[in-house]
């Protein structure tokens, strides 16, 4: 099992970017799917969430920001990021969660700096 997340980068205030995560050995259609993010010296934080059935849920600080989303058919999940701020910088990973089984991926790196 492998979930590759890409589509990182450093982005100035205000600026975009869209997080991708691939399954490979896993039918991500299956699982509930999250972003987590860690900022430099904080613990893991739930950014958003998508579950096998499609129903989203954000955390407080980018609601009306971010967008997650799945493409069962491309075994992939998105997060879209707008108007993003300084305090978004993080290494952002991608949960597979069932009841019995939880896979992360290996994270990609968002810097938000001007």
């Known amino acids: 099992v492998q979930l590759q997340a890409s589509g990182g980068g450093l982005v100035q205030p205000g600026g975009s970017l869209r997080l991708s995560c691939i399954g490979s050995?896993?039918?991500?259609?299956?699982?509930?799917m999250d972003w987590r993010r860690q900022a430099p010296a904080k613990g893991h934080a739930l950014v958003a969430t998508?579950?096998?059935?499609?129903?989203?849920s954000y955390n407080d600080s980018v609601k009306g920001r971010f967008a997650i989303s799945r493409d069962n058919a491309k075994n992939t999940v998105y997060l879209q990021m707008n108007s993003l701020k300084p305090e978004d910088t993080a290494l952002y990973y991608c949960?597979?969660?069932?009841?019995?089984?939880?896979?992360w991926g290996q994270g990609t790196q968002v810097t938000v700096s001007s």
């Open positions: 949960v597979a969660r069932s009841f019995d089984d939880t896979y």
């Open positions: 050995g896993i039918t991500l259609g299956m699982y509930d």
């Open positions: 998508v579950t096998s059935d499609g129903i989203s």
